[in-house]
Structure formats: C-alpha cells, structure tokens
C-alpha cells in the first residue's frame, strides 16, 4: 500500500518568504562558523556593505539577485551536509575552517576554496560533501 501525502496547509512560500528564510538562516549559520562581516559578503558575492546591512534587518523586504539565491542555497546545502555527516554541532561547524587533505583542497580549508568569490567555489564544496555523503567523490 502507498501512503498518499497529504496537500500542505496554507499557500506555498512565494520567492519573497524563500529568500527571507534563506537571509535568516544564513545568518544562523554565519554566528555558527564564526564568519566575519568580510566572509559573510564574500560569500553572498559581495553586495554593498549598505545592502547586506538592510537584509539583516528586514530579510522580509530583501530583493535578491538570482547569483545570491544561488550561493544561499550552496551554502545552506554545505550547511546541511556538515549537519549530516558530523552529528556533533562543534564539528560540523569547525569542518569549513579545518586544513583538508583532500585531493580537491590540497591542505587548504573550504572556507579558502568558497572564499575565492565564484558561485562556482561554492558548488564545488557542495558537491564534495554530497559526493562524501553519498559514498564517494566524483
């Protein structure tokens, strides 16, 4: 027998309450990994000090841009990975600041390789966990 899912309640989040959700948790996760204001426009691809200081406040009212939406959901997939993979907060949290002998980091951290300004730097960590997390690189 197949379970049937049930329909959600109330109307599906639009794009303004995903980006706001995205702004917040990544907040979260920027106090977590113990980010630096520099780090933290780096990694949302340096907006204007002035506009990364406006979301923080109201992330409700945050216009983003689709090259932000993108680095907001690599980072909260790196997020998640490191969650799953190291169960223990501390851990998962130090990972992105820990030298890596991983061929792809060669001893650099993943926060090096993410701070490096490309949306691509960020996938690309977002792929080595998934490819951890799925039992191999590739």
Do not use: H
Request: overall charge positive.
């Amino acid at each position: 027998m197949s379970a049937v899912l049930a329909p959600r309640a109330g109307p599906e989040p639009g794009p303004q309450e995903m980006a706001a959700a995205g702004l917040r948790s990544f907040a979260r996760m920027a106090e977590a990994w113990g980010l630096s204001i520099d780090e933290q426009l780096a990694l949302l691809g340096q907006p204007p000090r002035s506009t990364f200081f406006a979301w923080r406040k109201q992330p409700e009212k945050a216009a983003l841009s689709r090259d932000t939406l993108e680095r907001l959901s690599n980072l909260l997939g790196i997020y998640k990975s490191l969650q799953i993979l190291l169960p223990e907060a501390a851990a998962a949290d130090a990972w992105v600041r820990q030298p890596n002998s991983a061929a792809p980091f060669g001893g650099g951290t993943a926060l090096q390789r993410m701070l490096a300004g490309n949306v691509s730097d960020l996938n690309f960590v977002r792929r080595y966990l998934d490819g951890v997390r799925g039992g191999g690189w590739s």
